[in-house]
């Protein structure tokens, strides 16, 4: 409690440290990935969870549609339209569209990665979701950074 305060409800009771494992999955069809790197972090604050992971791959092949990571500890609340988004803090050597951003839906656990198909404005045209097709099959690559989600 702060400043004095003993009301029950007010109470830092809630806090946890931990681990997960992120995984990519796609649309449709299964991704056969060798990941050479594979961290998963979180902290919970009460209802606040703050995630972050770390994704790199000697391989990745299959699939078919958008590409999402899975494996969050927490599932978002359980609101109406209410989407909870976060930041790619570094993405690199995917064949053509590098994840830039992320979202994840009402009570979801799969997150969303979102590109930009443009050479302008790096945000203008964040509503792209990554494809598979956008895995690239090479050693130390589909490297993906995230800070907040």
Do not use: C
């Not at 409800?9 to 069809?29: M, Q, R, V």
């Amino acid at each position: 409690t702060f400043n004095g305060d003993t009301a029950t409800a007010n109470a830092l009771d809630d806090y946890e440290e931990g681990t997960w494992t992120p995984t990519y999955i796609p649309g449709g069809g299964t991704i056969s990935a060798t990941y050479d790197i594979r961290i998963g972090k979180y902290v919970k604050v009460g209802g606040l969870v703050h995630a972050s992971f770390v994704l790199r791959t000697d391989a990745a092949s299959g699939g078919a549609g958008s590409l999402f990571v899975t494996g969050l500890p927490f599932a978002g609340a359980v609101t109406s339209n209410a989407f909870y988004s976060g930041s790619v803090g570094y993405s690199a050597n995917f064949t053509t569209i590098n994840p830039q951003a992320m979202h994840i839906g009402s009570n979801g656990t799969t997150i969303v990665l979102l590109g930009n198909i443009t050479s302008g404005d790096a945000n203008s045209d964040l509503r792209l979701a990554v494809s598979t097709a956008n895995l690239s099959n090479s050693t130390n690559s589909n490297l993906k950074f995230t800070h907040k989600i």
